[in-house]
């Protein structure tokens, strides 16, 4: 497992991914390095503002976790995650989009099915493959809120329903690390449009509303 890290206040104090990220004018090759990075940490650089903005979602519930990276500073930050993954790393079967490396935090092997039993969560689905089953996530969830960091079927699968079943009321830019040409990496938070506030509703946004 990596080595921990020191929580402050905001988050973790200490990110080697946004260190290691920061050095990459000074490698040659700068595609490989960042599916290095990719594979040894995340495929979306997870950076300070944006792990503030799912931490105000917690308790989450994370599919396709990978590596665990942005589940383990979210756990720094105090965030109440369950994290899966249909083949999490150092696992029996190898994950073939995080090869060779060690998980960061704890993740449960498990796949859509387990959605059914957190209801009570906000689905978090970073960066999900597009030729995985993720795309049907929401077949599976049954909750009102969803944080989407990816880029609607370019490089990142699209989730099946997002637009009907649910209304964007947050985004933010975010930076992959094997970015589609065309097609801009974000974090969306996206509520079910037949949410109603309950007292202890999400808090406010604090992202562009759109």
Do not use: K
Request: hydrophobic share 40%; net charge neutral.
């Amino acid at each position: 497992m990596g080595s921990p890290l020191t929580p402050s206040a905001g988050g973790a104090s200490d990110d080697p991914f946004g260190r290691c990220f920061a050095h990459r004018p000074q490698i040659g090759s700068e595609e490989r390095y960042r599916l290095g990075l990719a594979q040894r940490f995340s495929y979306v650089l997870p950076e300070p503002h944006l792990l503030r903005v799912v931490r105000r979602h917690s308790p989450l519930v994370e599919l396709g976790a990978g590596t665990g990276y942005w589940t383990f500073l979210l756990r720094l930050m105090g965030a109440d995650v369950v994290a899966y993954d249909s083949a999490p790393v150092g696992g029996l079967r190898e994950n073939r989009y995080h090869p060779d490396v060690r998980p960061w935090t704890d993740v449960i092997h498990g796949d859509l099915h387990m959605l059914s039993y957190h209801s009570d969560r906000c689905l978090f689905i970073c960066w999900p493959p597009t030729y995985s089953a993720l795309w049907e996530a929401l077949s599976f969830y049954t909750g009102d809120w969803v944080i989407y960091v990816g880029d609607h079927g370019g490089r990142a699968a699209r989730l099946a329903g997002l637009d009907d079943a649910f209304r964007r009321v947050e985004l933010h830019p975010a930076v992959a690390m094997d970015p589609a040409p065309d097609r801009p990496a974000e974090l969306g938070v996206w509520r079910r449009r037949s949410w109603s506030a309950q007292p202890s509703s999400r808090p406010a946004s604090g992202g562009v509303s759109v």
